[in-house]
Nanobody
Framework: EVQLQASGGGFVQAGGSLRLSCAAS????????IAWFRQVPGKEREGISC????????RYTDSVKGRFTISADNAENTVYLQMDNLKPQDTGVYYC???????????WGQGTEVTVSS
C-alpha cells in the first residue's frame, strides 16, 4: 500500500524544538517532492516546506525560514522537519504529502498535531 506516515508532534513551550518524521511506504522518493503543510483551525492548509530528495533542493515559506529545516534520508525513505525556536503561531496539525512539484501534491499522510504554548 502506498502511504505516508507522519509522526513526532507534541506539546512544547515557546522557544522549544520538535522533529517531525514522514515515512513513506509502497513507493520511493524517485522523482517525487515531499512537502509539509500546516493547518490551523479556521484557516486553509498552508504549505510550509518541501524537499526534492533526489537533489536535496529545499524551499520554505517565509514564516519558518531560519527556524525549520527539512531533510531527507533516502535510505530510510523518510523526510524530517526539524522545528526550532517554535512560536505559538506554529500550533496546528502538520501533514506530509508527496507530489511532482513543491506544494502540488497528490498523496497525503495523516496529520500530527503540534501545540506550542506561550
Amino acid at each position: 500500500e502506498v502511504q505516508l506516515q507522519a509522526s513526532g508532534g507534541g506539546f512544547v513551550q515557546a522557544g522549544g524544538s520538535l522533529r517531525l518524521s514522514c515515512a513513506a511506504s509502497g513507493f520511493t522518493f524517485d522523482d517525487r517532492v515531499i512537502a509539509w503543510f500546516r493547518q490551523v483551525p479556521g484557516k486553509e492548509r498552508e504549505g510550509i516546506s518541501c524537499i526534492t530528495p533526489d537533489d536535496g533542493a529545499t524551499r520554505y515559506t517565509d514564516s519558518v525560514k531560519g527556524r525549520f529545516t527539512i531533510s531527507a534520508d533516502n535510505a530510510e525513505n523518510t523526510v524530517y522537519l526539524q522545528m526550532d525556536n517554535l512560536k505559538p503561531q506554529d500550533t496546528g496539525v502538520y501533514y506530509c504529502a508527496a507530489g511532482s512539484y513543491c506544494f502540488e501534491v497528490d498523496l497525503w499522510g495523516q496529520g500530527t498535531e503540534v501545540t506550542v504554548s506561550s
